[in-house]
């Protein structure tokens, strides 16, 4: 019974502490609110996100803004055509003494900001998927673990693909969300310019500790999930799946390729704290169609046709909800 109690005391503070790191964040951040939802809740989950939206709607502001609400250790790393994994992940140097020694590359940090990695080789983008799934880095044939919490949040610019290397879709699924950001409206982009031409600097406090995610990533694994929310979960990726027993016609007609069971596993976990920062402590079906697109619209693959009748995934995914 304390145990209990213990876990609704904490889910009360999880929900608290999600409305102050907003208000911080929007000191910096003008607009965004969803992407904001979304990237707090890939953490709290414990997932990595990908942000795609065209230069100067403040990608990595937002994100640098975020790790030092959170404060967490951040890098970034720029990735370019002749970035190398060893600069990602670091390498072997031979020191004063003749002996091997490991250099930590900007990998071994809490968050990681990838920016435009859709310009580097797959070679390079492949160095992340290691730390990605299993948290750690293999090189030189010894294993390091990653310090705790570890987060990957990639950015990626929609417009330009020439000098591109679109992402594998192995390394697209291990991505939590992918947010599509929109331009800021008329009023956003009016408080955007006073503020940013002004010369007055925000600092921003630290509102969740290291120990805060951890606690709250144990948290959001033990919310209970009533049985008609997973078959609703399970389902709905089924349904994805073109020419299976479960498949819907949009998909049959669409389709190439469905979501696979990594989709059904996020689902869960981003309605479950979905439901934690609304104050609710078992998620419903609602939480799930909030949370949706975010987490299929880079599983699945249209096929020429949907292309060519301007079936975009946003549509696909809202006829099969």
Same mark, same amino acid.
């Given at each position: 019974?304390?145990?209990?109690?213990?876990?609704?005391?904490?889910?009360?503070?999880?929900?608290?502490?999600?409305?102050?790191?907003?208000?911080?964040?929007?000191?910096?951040?003008?607009?965004?609110?969803?992407?904001?939802?979304?990237?707090?809740?890939?953490?709290?989950?414990?997932?990595?996100?990908?942000?795609?939206?065209?230069?100067?709607?403040?990608?990595?502001?937002?994100?640098?803004?975020?790790?030092?609400?959170?404060?967490?250790?951040?890098?970034?790393?720029?990735?370019?055509?002749?970035?190398?994994?060893?600069?990602?992940?670091?390498?072997?140097?031979?020191?004063?003494?003749?002996?091997?020694?490991?250099?930590?590359?900007?990998?071994?940090?809490?968050?990681?900001?990838?920016?435009?990695?859709?310009?580097?080789?797959?070679?390079?983008?492949?160095?992340?998927?290691?730390?990605?799934?299993?948290?750690?880095?293999?090189?030189?044939?010894?294993?390091?673990?990653?310090?705790?919490?570890?987060?990957?949040?990639?950015?990626?610019?929609?417009?330009?693909?020439?000098?591109?290397?679109?992402?594998?879709?192995?390394?697209?699924?291990?991505?939590?969300?992918?947010?599509?950001?929109?331009?800021?409206?008329?009023?956003?982009?009016?408080?955007?310019?006073?503020?940013?031409?002004?010369?007055?600097?925000?600092?921003?406090?630290?509102?969740?500790?290291?120990?805060?995610?951890? /606690?709250?990533? @144990? !948290?959001? *694994?033990?919310?209970?999930? $009533? #049985?008609?929310?997973?078959?609703?979960? =399970?389902?709905?990726?089924?349904?994805?799946?073109?020419?299976?027993?479960?498949?819907?016609?949009?998909?049959?007609?669409?389709?190439?390729?469905?979501?696979?069971?990594?989709?059904?596993?996020?689902?869960?976990?981003?309605? /479950?704290?979905? @439901? !934690?920062? *609304?104050?609710?402590?078992? $998620? #419903?079906?609602?939480?799930?169609?909030? =949370?949706?697109?975010?987490?299929?619209?880079?599983?699945?693959?249209?096929?020429?046709?949907?292309?060519?009748?301007?079936?975009?995934?946003?549509?696909?995914?809202?006829?099969?909800?």
């Amino acid at each position: 019974m304390a145990e209990i109690d213990n876990e609704v005391e904490v889910a009360k503070e999880l929900s608290a502490a999600y409305d102050k790191l907003e208000k911080e964040i929007s000191k910096v951040v003008v607009g965004q609110k969803e992407t904001v939802k979304l990237l707090i809740t890939s953490i709290f989950c414990g997932g990595h996100a990908l942000l795609v939206g065209v230069p100067g709607l403040a990608k990595t502001l937002l994100v640098h803004t975020m790790t030092n609400a959170l404060g967490l250790q951040f890098n970034r790393i720029q990735f370019t055509p002749d970035l190398m994994p060893s600069d990602v992940l670091g390498a072997e140097t031979l020191d004063q003494e003749r002996n091997f020694r490991f250099i930590k590359g900007p990998i071994f940090a809490n968050v990681i900001l990838a920016d435009e990695i859709n310009r580097t080789p797959p070679k390079t983008q492949s160095a992340l998927l290691e730390a990605m799934q299993e948290g750690a880095v293999t090189t030189g044939g010894k294993n390091y673990v990653l310090d705790k919490p570890f987060f990957v949040l990639a950015t990626q610019n929609p417009i330009e693909q020439e000098g591109t290397y679109p992402l594998p879709e192995a390394q697209l699924d291990r991505f939590m969300f992918m947010i599509k950001l929109e331009y800021p409206s008329l009023e956003e982009e009016l408080n955007i310019v006073k503020q940013t031409t002004s010369g007055d600097t925000t600092e921003i406090g630290e509102i969740i500790s290291k120990e805060d995610i951890l /606690k709250y990533q @144990a !948290l959001v *694994k033990k919310v209970p999930v $009533p #049985d008609n929310v997973f078959e609703y979960i =399970v389902k709905l990726v089924h349904k994805t799946r073109p020419f299976t027993q479960h498949a819907a016609e949009t998909s049959n007609e669409y389709l190439e390729w469905g979501a696979g069971p990594r989709a059904s596993q996020f689902l869960v976990l981003a309605a /479950k704290c979905n @439901a !934690l920062l *609304k104050g609710k402590f078992s $998620p #419903d079906i609602e939480d799930v169609k909030e =949370v949706a697109k975010p987490i299929l619209r880079h599983r699945i693959v249209r096929n020429f046709k949907a292309e060519a009748e301007g079936k975009t995934e946003e549509l696909l995914i809202e006829s099969l909800l």
